[in-house]
């Protein structure tokens, strides 16, 4: 009688050899696969997407012993939270208008010192109790260029440094830009042939928008010629720009209109009406009918509203 006693089959010794060596892997494996990087790069990646997230999504907050509200703009000195959404109700921590962002906020984003924007925005990491600042780089864009309101650059931040890994969070956005007034040709009035004759009063503290469409025409090679403020022909691009746009897509345009479908953009200098009085703007067309006549003329002021354009928020933080 043979005796097995000690013995271990070599099929149970394979199995386990291998059942060993899957395991030693996977404990080595994959805590790796739900790690993007480092502890710092998964911090960097938390603290810019929280940065951009806060900006374009939260109204702000401001609030003192005996009231608060989300117009922080208007109370720099007790700001508790930095947003730039539009305000929907004043007494909301709430909006409904996620990515729509506030001209004033973001004016007054730009005034506030670097301790606190550092701190409102969380740019910084804690180590045993100590606070160590971010570098970071906050900027709106729109063309491929940083975006100016009221003369001012939207960027605040250092210049990313070229030798250090950074992280980068883009967000597309609605940049309030000032008022703009859109008109059929049916609504614009006439007192010369040809011409489109709107009154506008100022001042304004952005450029202000013109956009015209479905325009009569009444014969060959209809064009746009020129504009004219109280008798003074304007100037291409130091007064004013045209362009025709589709959706939010914008192109050159010549003068040449060829569809009554084309929309016409006209961005006028803020400077051109810069006193508290009435300025007459003409806007000369040929082989186009202006059915209403004037006086009285159609107002700008009566007629326009808050102008968006899309812009991009780009936060980039790095250690």
């Known amino acids: 009688m043979m005796d097995d006693k000690g013995q271990i089959a070599v099929d149970f010794l394979l199995g386990i050899s291998l059942f060993l060596i899957a395991l030693t892997f996977t404990v080595q494996f994959i ?29 702000g907050w ?9 117009d922080w703009e208007e109370h720099p000195g007790n700001v508790m939270r930095i947003g730039l959404a539009v305000d929907d109700d004043l007494s909301s921590k709430l909006t409904n208008s996620p990515n729509i962002i506030s001209r004033k906020k973001t004016l007054q984003m730009m005034n506030v010192d670097k301790t606190t924007f550092i701190e409102m925005l ?12 971010y570098g970071y780089n906050i900027s709106f864009t729109q063309d491929g260029n940083v975006l100016m309101l009221n003369n001012t650059s939207i ?21 309030e830009k000032g008022t703009i007034a859109s008109f059929t040709g049916d609504d614009l009035t006439s007192e010369l042939v040809n011409t489109a004759t709107i009154n506008i009063t100022g001042p304004f503290v952005e450029n202000i928008t ?15 010629l020129n504009a004219s403020l109280d008798g003074t ?3 291409q691009p130091s007064n004013y720009t045209v362009c ?75 250690e």
């Open 62 to 70: 401001w609030g003192n012993s005996t009231s608060s509200g989300t």
């Open 155 to 175: 960027i605040r931040g250092q210049i990313v440094p070229e030798y250090k890994e950074t992280t980068k969070i883009t967000r597309i956005v609605l940049m």
């Open 244 to 318: 025709k746009i589709d959706g939010w897509e914008k192109s050159s345009f010549n003068g040449s209109l060829s569809s009554p479908t084309d929309v016409l953009s006209f961005n006028f200098d803020k400077e051109l009406f810069s006193s508290s009085s009435e300025y007459r703007l003409d806007l000369e067309f040929r082989n186009v009918t202006l059915p209403t006549p004037g006086p009285p003329f159609i107002d700008y002021n009566d007629w326009n509203s808050t102008h968006y354009e899309p812009a991009y928020l780009v936060v980039e933080v790095w």
């Open 31 to 59: 805590p790796g696969m739900f790690m993007s990087g480092s502890a710092g790069e998964s911090s960097l990646d938390y603290t810019a997407y929280r940065t951009a997230t806060v900006l374009v999504e939260d109204t």
């Open 210 to 224: 013109i956009q015209i469409c479905d325009l009569n025409f009444t014969g060959l090679s209809p064009m746009f």
């Open 122 to 133: 969380g740019l910084y990491n804690n180590v045993d109790d100590t606070l160590f600042a």
């Open 233 to 235: 022909t304007l100037i």
